[in-house]
């Protein structure tokens, strides 16, 4: 884990561009620097190398790696974040050829920084239980200072004791946490049970695309912002009231749910593990799908969240797109002419609007079409609610 009770960790990026990878690697090392800088290491350098698939014993090639051992060295780098998952071996045998430095997987950072930013019982419960699940088969490598004291014939040796003994307790632990979370859900869904004939949506979306913020503007309350990955863990509910378009002087209740963001390669025992959390969007009328416009890869953070909504059984849900952050956005493809300060009208009669309809551009820190987002959200609500009576 990267140690937060230190100024600030020195950090370098390593990661692998295998054939047939659509996504480059240097664009999940941006995201790798983001999770670096949330957790608290300055990233000084990147280090990439084109392989047919990772090395099975460390991950790159000896050549690569004596190259990052140099520069560790010289430039007293703390930690070296790999983007992908590393086995025991392979960390053992990396960390050896660093000379000691610290070598983290991607994984092991967002598990660091979901342990950082859980608040309520449930999230830390759900963070424990991925950290447990995590670290049960890399239990070998805590115990290799024994490796060289022998067992005699027919007895286990005392390391493999030991590691035995810790397997247990920490199964043991994995249990105890899923019979506390199953608890966390009991209450849950009876709370949820408790909203029906009430109006329900969720914010969904990447992570840090602003879905809080909107959660703020929307519901006029005070939920944790931050320009950080990962700031919000739990799911926050909050009511609001507002008017029906079609009904003069109606008011409509709506709960409003904001869930945990999403990530490219979010590990699959997180997903698991917040699945409680996410019963919120599984639960929802409505998705509110969050999309940070400025950033020029929002087409592929909109298939991550799609992708993990899918993976929970949230894939059919009526949804409205939410590009966020107009007022950031730059045209890198040059695909409008003048190439930015589009107004909200273009954006409206943009192609990115026919394809995602129904949608919706806004600006939430300028507290810009709020007022046409509101109108959009309750409008939809009510036509799903429409169309689900009428299979009934």
């Known amino acids: 884990m990267i140690d937060n ?17 659509e996504i480059s690697v240097d664009e999940y090392l941006d995201e790798l620097e983001q999770l670096a800088l949330t957790s608290g290491a300055k990233t000084i350098k990147r280090f990439t190398q084109k392989l047919t698939h990772p090395h099975p014993k460390t991950y790159i090639g ?17 930690v070296a974040l790999f983007d992908d998952e590393l086995s025991p071996a392979q960390v053992r045998n990396i960390e050896n050829a660093l000379n000691g430095v610290k070598v983290l997987s991607r994984t092991h ?14 999230a830390k419960t759900q963070v424990e239980l991925a950290q447990s699940i995590f670290m049960l088969p890399r239990l070998t490598g805590l115990w290799t200072h024994l490796s060289k004291q022998k067992g005699g014939i027919g007895m286990k040796g005392p390391g493999e004791t030991e590691i035995e003994t810790d397997r247990r307790a920490l199964r043991n632990k994995i ?16 709370q949820r049970s408790g909203r029906e004939g009430v109006y329900r949506a969720a914010l969904v979306g990447y992570t840090n695309v602003g ?38 002087n109606e008011l409509v209740p709506l709960l409003l749910s904001d869930t945990v963001g999403f990530i490219r390669k979010l590990p699959t025992l997180l ?35 799609k992708e993990t909504l899918h993976s929970i059984g949230a894939s059919n849900k009526p949804e409205i797109i939410v590009f966020n952050k107009v007022d950031a956005f ?32 806004i600006s939430a820190t300028e507290k810009s079409n709020i007022e046409k987002l509101r109108t959009l959200l309750i409008s939809q609500l009510i036509l799903v609610r429409s169309n689900q009576n009428m299979k009934l």
Request: with cysteine; net charge negative.
């Open 5 to 21: 009770t230190k100024q600030e960790e020195i950090a370098i990026l390593v990661g692998v561009q295998s054939f047939g990878q």
């Open 62 to 78: 000896k050549g690569k790696m004596a190259d990052i051992s140099n520069f560790c060295i010289e430039n007293k780098v703390d």
């Open 109 to 122: 950072l967002i598990l660091d920084i979901f342990a950082k930013n859980a608040q309520s019982s449930q």
């Open 175 to 190: 249990s105890l946490l899923k019979e506390k979370l199953k608890h966390i859900e009991k209450i849950g869904i009876t």
């Open 211 to 248: 879905k809080s913020t909107i959660m703020n503007l929307l519901s006029r309350s005070e939920v944790l912002v931050e320009d950080k990955l990962f700031a919000t863990l739990d799911a926050t509910v909050r009511k609001l009231v507002l008017p029906n378009p079609t009904e003069e």
């Open 271 to 305: 997903v698991e593990s917040f699945k409680s959390t996410l019963a919120e969007a599984l639960e929802a009328d409505i998705l509110i799908h969050v999309v940070d416009i400025s950033n020029p890869k929002y087409e592929d953070h909109m298939i991550a969240v």
């Open 330 to 361: 730059k045209d890198e493809d040059e695909f409008f002419v003048g190439n930015s300060g589009l107004t909200l009208q273009e954006f409206e009669k943009s192609w990115i609007a026919k394809e995602n309809s129904p949608a919706v551009f």
